[in-house]
């Protein structure tokens, strides 16, 4: 990230530093303001934005006190801006329609409400970077489609697993491996998870149990290597992924058929239990001689599989070098290549009943699971993002999977429009080079 802090730096020195909008004031958007307030030259938090107008005060507070300035206009805003002052809000509009802010960061979480702010966003040509993988994973093939048509780009952030994949995965490409599989890391996989059994875990950390929820029913990986198989083409072998049990990352190789994958394509998945338990990995081929030499002089091992790992996520605090990417080089952390390759489908975590009126991601009702994205339209499952507030038409089963004809959505949504919008576009999965298994 050398070139980028040099990059700031001269920003910092013209006195012309990149203005960040940030929407979202729960976990990861504190920690995102956080790194700015302490000082990133070349970079300032111009404004946070809150629907509890509270958080978004409190996240300045947490590193300067009362140095904020509450506000409700864009006017406003500017005065805030000019007085080198953290303006505040629980208007998310205020920050999209600011012309001095240069990019907006979502980190709401949210699906519906974070749909609009990008497209509020593009329409005053604002760069957007999400933390938010429930969004990228639903609707981010059109964001980045209607990103593009307005003359700006969409993103997903550094720090997050899949990020932190895709930048592995070019590095891998870059010294000359082909990659095969992409894999995160997980210690527990429950999908009987629900916001009750970790309510406990989820204060101990400071966080929602219904976020925590989804990281422990398996809807949060399969969203994070859902945004990692649209930005590779890969696929799954299976639906959910196998998540075998590994002891260390380095014997990851050891658990999947590589020698299927480099004749049927690359693949998406993760192992359970491995060291180091933060981090993620991309498993590469060479078969060339001489590089296998030198492989193995480094002990990286005889061949001609390899992995390579990262031992660490810091999300959201590597976050503000996305904007710095984006906002100075043009160049996206991780962005969908086109449509969807695969999809996370909504899955009855209990018995459901006609008229339940499903709670979302990290609820009580339902969990998400990857799937083949083409596999998921011909079956026209439910995705996971699209699931809350949708109303059981008829008894489901545990672990069925939830179809459209299945439930009434609500009306006037935002995000079904897009949703509509994006397969109309793209149709079905993009054409991979080579066939997943």
């Known amino acids: 990230m050398i070139i980028v802090d040099k990059a700031l730096a001269e920003r910092e020195r013209a006195g012309k530093p990149i203005r960040v909008g940030l929407v ?17 030259p070349g970079m300032r938090l111009a404004a946070i934005s809150n629907r ?22 864009v006017d406003q805003l500017e005065g805030a801006i000019r007085n080198d002052r953290v303006a505040v809000t629980n208007d998310a509009s205020v920050l999209c329609d600011s012309p001095s802010i240069d990019c907006i960061v979502d980190a709401t979480g949210e699906i519906e409400f974070a749909a609009h702010v990008c497209l509020r966003a593009f329409e005053n040509r604002k760069h957007v970077v999400v933390l938010n993988a429930e969004l990228d994973a639903t609707l981010g093939p059109i964001l980045k489609h209607r990103a593009q048509q307005a003359g700006v780009m969409y993103c997903m952030a550094d720090g997050d697993q899949p990020a932190v994949i895709m930048n592995l ?13 992409c894999g995160n890391i997980k210690s527990l996989q429950d999908c009987r998870r629900t ?22 029913d398996g809807t949060k990986i ?11 083409n890969f696929g799954v072998q299976q639906r959910g992924m196998a998540g075998p049990r590994c002891d260390h990352v380095d014997n990851a190789h050891k658990c999947f058929d590589l020698d299927k ?26 078969d060339h001689a001489v590089k296998r030499q030198y492989m193995k002089v480094y002990k990286m091992g005889d061949g001609p599989f390899y992995t390579f ?5 810091l999300s959201p605090l590597e976050a503000p070098n996305s904007v710095a990417r ?8 991780i962005t969908p290549l086109a449509g969807l390759v695969c999809d996370v489908v909504a899955i009855a975590k209990r018995p459901l009943k006609a008229g339940e009126k499903l709670d979302g991601i990290g609820g009580f009702l339902s969990y998400g699971t990857i799937e083949n994205y083409d596999t998921s339209r011909r079956e026209r499952l439910l995705p996971m993002g699209l699931s809350e507030g949708c109303v059981l038409k008829r008894d489901l089963p545990i672990d069925a999977a939830v179809a459209f004809d299945d439930v009434a959505i609500p009306p006037g949504r935002l995000c079904d429009k897009l949703w509509a919008e994006q397969v109309d576009l793209h149709g079905g999965a993009p054409v991979r080079t080579r066939k997943v298994a």
């Open 222 to 232: 399969s969203q994070e290597m859902a945004c990692v198989a649209n930005a590779t």
């Open 261 to 286: 994958l480099l004749r049927t394509g690359g693949i998406v998945d993760y192992v359970l239990g491995a060291q180091p338990s933060f981090g993620i990995f991309v498993v590469a081929h060479s």
């Open 52 to 73: 509890s107008i509270s958080e978004a005060e409190q996240a300045v507070r947490n590193v300067r006190g009362n140095e904020f300035t509450t506000v409700k206009t």
């Open 309 to 313: 790992y990262t031992p660490s996520h």
């Open 195 to 216: 916001p009750e059994t970790q309510a406990a875990f989820a204060k101990n950390v400071n966080q929602r149990p219904k976020f925590i929820t989804s990281f422990a």
């Open 326 to 333: 984006l906002v100075l080089f043009n160049d996206c952390a």
């Open 24 to 40: 979202g004031a729960g976990y990861a958007g504190k920690g995102f303001a956080l790194q700015l307030l302490l000082g990133l």
């Open 169 to 181: 995965f070019r590095y891998v490409q870059s010294i000359g491996f082909t990659p095969l599989l």
